[in-house]
């Protein structure tokens, strides 16, 4: 016999269902409120109930009787998740949805102004927000801080869980002892400072019913990455030409300029993309190298490896995967040659590493052209050095130099080692994290570092007007004073100058550097 809860009964009602209200709407039942309330418990979407066999979520209702199984729901229609007593219980994770654009409150966010030839960006307040991943579950907030988050010393961390700005599932939290669960929900108010770009406006070169192109200027990023937010493409054209909830088609590095599509539909991106998969699309770079380059035609084919997804650094080695770069020169002035490249496959850093490898790098390339390859500055794929030497001898000379924002890094990001003793925000060693010592006169508060830690509410920072965004009494960035880099330290000599595909066809104007009679400084 069946039992009113069975699996087997509740398949065959769903399956039902459509029949049950065609024979409703014709008149021939009575009101099917009774039979779809059961139904509908049924479905096959309902998650199966944890406390039982049954494949029904909930029991069928019966007039004048309430579920007794079932707890009583909480406000806002969820119900109490049973546990233990004194448990910290995590609520389920919200729903995300997929592709959200930015909007106006994004874009109100701060402001920019334009100072020595660069485009800035006011401080302003803004909150990292990530769900528990699965490695620091049964890890402590104080380890995943100061392990996985290491823009701040774990000092900045505990001083701003003493003034509320650290939040798990929504409540300030002040024990960064505390353990967390899957599906915690991490939410932490900061002072963000973003470096600054050139100040060369972004040109639309086209616009249509399915795309826009621009020409992109060198030294800002297309999307939100890193330190980078509101001096992106995606922001600036938001906020100066409101072009709005637009997809990006292709990448180009930050210190590349030239050609960038965006669709204006998800059809449109899934359409061109289609296409890219296809290798339907012919894309067409023009840079600057050191020397003569040959005069003939230049094909390499030599495979590529990341050697670091966090600083972007790649080298031709065996192991890499395959691609092929098509060459030709263009002009040569008795120092450098303006070349043409039309890579046919899309590896990262695909045209400046295979011009590495021929003996003929951009000639201010800042990855691929430095004294951290050695004598011969990769030609012919030599390099003396082991990837991990390559890679932390590339940090020491842009750390000596004082252009780690160039490889989109900052001093939390080195090695202990490579610190500046002298910062005494990175005194730290934050691989073995401290245990907070205590204040005997305040057991329950750890002793704090030199930070002026005011009371200062998130909601209340960024109601509080411009000119209180622009300093904050945590922010260690507020206290430091960097020099400006000159515009011209940001432009890399490599430029995306056409993008042919089945049906179109765009262009830029060649760059000023890739001119006949242009002078080398």
Partial sequence: MWSPGSGLLCSLLAAARPAVRTLASAGLLGSPRGCGARMASCGSEAPARKDGPSACSEAPEEPGRQEEQAPAPAPGGRKKRRGQVGERLVPAPK???????????????TSYYFEGGLRKVRPYYFDFQTYCKGRWVGRSLLHVYSTEFRAHPL????????????????????????????????????????PPVTAEPIHLLAENDEVVVVDK??????????RFRHNTVIFVLGKEHQLKELHPLHRLDRLTSGVLMFAKTAAVSERIHEQVRDRQLEKEYVCRVEGEFPA??????????????????????????????????????GHSSVVLCRPLTGRTHQIRVHLQFLG????????????????????????????????????EEHR????????????GDLPPDLKSSSDPVFKQDLKEPPVPTKNPEEPNQAVSIDLDTRELAPEKAADSGLKDKEMDP????????????????????????????????????????AQDDWKED
């Fill in 296 to 333: 003939e035609e230049v094909t390499c084919k030599e495979p590529i490896l990341v050697v670091s997804y966090k600083v972007g650094l790649c080298r031709v080695d065996p192991r890499g995967k395959s691609c092929e770069t098509v060459f030709q020169r263009l002009s040569y002035n």
């Fill in 400 to 411: 000596a130099k004082q252009s780690l924002n160039v490889l989109d890094l900052f001093e």
């Fill in 155 to 194: 000092a900045y961390y505990e001083a701003a869980a003493r003034t509320g700005r650290l939040r798990l599932n929504e409540q300030p939290v002040h024990d960064l002892g505390v353990i967390l669960k899957d599906n915690d929900f991490l939410r932490n108010t900061v002072h963000r400072h973003e």
């Fill in 217 to 226: 200027p060198s030294s800002m990023p297309v999307h939100p990455c890193g």
């Fill in 474 to 513: 945590l922010c260690e960035e507020c206290r430091l004073v960097r020099q400006d880099p000159l515009p011209q330290e940001l432009v890399m000599y490599l430029h995306a100058l056409r993008y042919k595909g089945p049906g179109f066809e765009y262009s830029s104007p060649m760059p000023a550097w």
């Fill in 360 to 395: 003929h790098p951009i000639i201010n390339d800042p990855i691929y052209n430095t004294a951290a390859w050695g004598p011969a500055r990769g030609r012919g794929g030599h390099v003396p050095k082991t990837d991990d030497e390559l890679l932390r001898d590339l940090l």
């Fill in 95 to 109: 729903k995300r949805r997929a592709g959200v654009s930015f909007g106006d409150q994004h874009f109100a966010e």
